[in-house]
């Protein structure tokens, strides 16, 4: 599958990186011991120490491409901390609480609400079932919502009101793709020519239901769609910088779509980590606003 509309080439130098502010958790405690998404198997064995070093050159390609890293520690019996865009989701300094459907994950909820506090953001505590920067997605003024397997659809609504933004309803239908940030990646705002604001997304459409998929056709008919095999391989879960995109060095095809539209696919393998379901943008939550 190829890019939609136009695909003229764009100039990578029209391109333009924001610098960011992200969270991360060292995998210190990584493991598969449970299994709460198709790509976790507990009889499978999983390295630590190769998932702290992946993770290493994840948070080393972001540095070194000047953006801001932050940490919060990993907790003993919490495996999945490491995927830190399920902790929350922060818009203009407010940061929005999870609460986990599955029971195995919520431990993590404190922790990370615990964080945002001590680091000036305004925590609001969640009320509906969702697992943040996972399932919400910020594009331009609006925020993409997923559900279908893990955030509940009043969960959109509660975003809707502590946000005050437009909120777009998403429904997943395939288990791989659980959350939405398995198959949609956002690849800007980026601001162009005269400071016009350009939102772009790449997506996976069979990740989505039909009415989903017409929603995302109407609303971003520039957006790269993704092939099944880019998305099988988590090509999706990547994060962007405007024009730097981080993203699995298996989704060969996507890296090339990317490159045809003046980004630069940064190629960072954490194959490790996704045994336990997460990628490149699990590992990533985006800090907006709050103390610098």
Sequence with gaps: MSTTNDTTAVPTSARIAQRRRYLMCRPEYFTVSYRINPWMEPTKPTDTAKAVRQWQELYDAYVSLGHEVELIDPVPGLPDMVYTANGGFIVDGRALGVKFRVPERSGEERPFMDWFAANGFDVVEPVEVQEGEGDFLLVGD???????????????????????????????????????????????????????????????????????????????????????????????????????????????????????????????????????????????????????
């Design 142 to 292: 609006t925020i993409l919502a997923g559900t279908g397997f893990r955030s509940v659809g009043d969960s959109h609504r509660e975003l809707a009101e502590v946000f005050d933004r437009e909120v777009l309803s998403l429904r997943l239908i395939d288990p791989r793709f659980y959350h939405l940030d398995t198959a949609i990646t956002v690849l800007d705002p980026v601001e162009g020519p005269g400071g016009v604001e350009r939102a772009n997304i790449a997506y996976l459409p069979t990740a989505f239901d039909a009415a989903s998929r017409t929603i995302l056709a109407e609303r971003y008919p520039d957006a790269i769609e993704v092939s099944d095999e880019d998305g099988a391989v988590f090509g999706l879960n990547a994060a962007s910088d405007g024009k730097h995109v981080f993203i699995s060095p298996r989704a060969t095809g996507f890296a090339a779509q990317l490159a045809e539209r003046g980004y630069t696919p940064v190629p960072v393998d954490l194959s490790e980590l996704l045994l336990g379901g997460g990628g490149i943008k699990c590992c990533t939550l985006e800090l907006r606003g709050g103390r610098r």
